[in-house]
């Protein structure tokens, strides 16, 4: 029987295909550790450092076997492939260039898919995120005094909503694949003191939440987790202004005011959205005379491809979810973090615009199927009792 590990204290058991990655991918790693880069943009190329990555872990992906005894799930691949093919109509349908979108979404589909068929070193890949979002940190508390949002960490991740989104999607994937107890240990601490300095009221309530689903989630059935799951959504987008503007938030009235109204222009622009949406790239809307990336990541999704988009990424995100449900009741303690980072993209995706397109989801993705679908060592062959005969008397 495996041993039932807690959730903050993981000692993964390795199985064959993880023996496989013991050793680091030095590739891997160091391409790994550029994927939270993405407000730093190579300068020749005019792309952000995290896509190229992305696109050289899928390169690199394509030229490699997948890890033995593990195969992609078909719902994986046609989801992924529909959620492609629809964008690229979309673009066309609206006589939209919408290239540099789809480049994007090329790193997404194919990151999710390397990682989740063990293409690419998860192990490699974890240890480079888990150096690369201490640095990050570390750079950010040093330029605290000088960031644009006063105050607030931002450093190398553009404003403090997307740093905490990083640090905590890719955080919970990473974590759990450092080996030695007391470096995990650091490497939490650290994500928890980036997320604190970046005063992200979604990104600290996120962070609770996971921390409870750690903490109880293998006591809640399946079913249990996905209504729980629906539940905390909704409660992120009903939370009464009072609520936001309490205590140390309350100086956000402007801030919130803004947002009301961006959120008023993006509604108005699903108004007369066609089926298949406004195109890839058209999250934006006018305010005030300046062009605003949308704040909630659903209707992003639905401006650029329409309800089916929605459908298609949601979608992933609940059957990663599930699918994860049987390591949990087993006693994989990992599985629990890969379905927290799921609850952290859907409960995040509800106030930041570039949630549920963006890499770090694909990589959410990818290490809950890959996680989902990995072989259990087989259990010890127990003996039989050694009988001793009966000697006459």
């Known amino acids: 029987m495996r041993s039932q590990n807690i959730a903050w204290d993981l000692e993964p058991e390795e199985t064959p295909d993880e023996r496989a990655e013991r050793e680091t991918r030095i590739s891997d790693f160091a391409l790994a550790g550029l994927l939270p880069l993405s407000a730093v943009p190579i300068p020749a190329l005019g792309l952000p450092f995290n896509e190229v990555a992305a696109l050289a872990l899928v390169a690199l992906g394509c030229l490699r076997q997948p890890a033995k005894g593990r195969s992609v799930p078909l719902w994986l691949v046609v989801m ?9 109509l979309s673009a066309r349908l609206n006589g939209i260039d919408g290239s540099r979108r789809l480049i994007h979404m090329v790193g997404y589909v194919g990151l999710a898919w390397v990682i989740a068929s063990g293409r690419v070193s998860r192990r490699s890949v974890a240890r480079g995120l888990t150096i690369s979002l201490a640095l990050t940190v570390a750079y950010g508390g040093a330029t605290l005094p000088t960031s644009s949002y006063a105050g607030r ?16 999607t890719l955080g919970l994937v990473s974590i759990p694949h450092v080996q030695h107890r007391v470096v995990r240990r650091l490497a939490m601490l650290t994500v928890l003191a980036g997320v604190l300095l970046t005063f992200s009221r979604t990104g600290l309530l996120a962070l609770i939440l996971v921390c409870l689903w750690l903490l109880l989630g293998r006591r809640i059935r399946l079913v249990g987790g996905v209504l729980v799951m629906g539940a905390l959504v909704w409660l992120v987008t009903t939370i009464p202004d009072d609520l936001r503007l309490f205590g140390p938030f309350s100086d956000r009235s402007g801030s919130d005011a803004l947002r009301a109204r961006i959120i008023a222009a993006e509604y108005e622009s699903l ?16 305010v005030q005379d300046e062009i605003f990336f949308f704040h909630n990541s659903y209707l992003a999704t639905r401006q650029e491809g329409g309800w089916l988009a929605l459908v298609l990424v949601v979608g992933m995100l609940v059957a990663a979810f599930v699918g994860l449900d049987a390591k949990v009741r087993s006693g994989v303690p990992e599985a629990l973090w890969m ?8 409960v995040m995706a509800s106030t930041l615009g570039e949630v549920l397109l963006d890499l770090p989801t694909a990589v959410v993705i990818g290490f809950a199927v890959a996680t989902a679908s990995r072989v259990e060592p087989p259990e010890p062959a127990v003996p039989p009792p050694t009988t001793t005969a009966q000697v006459p008397a």
């Not at 960490?153 to 905490?164: C, I, R, W």
């Not at 066609?274 to 890839?280: A, L, N, Q, S």
């Not at 379905?339 to 859907?346: C, E, F, H, P, S």
């Open 271 to 286: 108004a007369n959205m066609p089926w298949y949406g406004h195109g890839p790239g058209t999250a934006g809307v006018f």
């Open 80 to 88: 992924m492939g529909s959620l492609l093919a629809l964008l690229v």
């Open 339 to 346: 379905q927290g980072g799921v609850i952290a993209v859907l």
């Open 153 to 168: 960490l931002t450093g190398v991740l553009a404003d403090p909503n997307v740093a905490a989104f990083l640090l905590v």
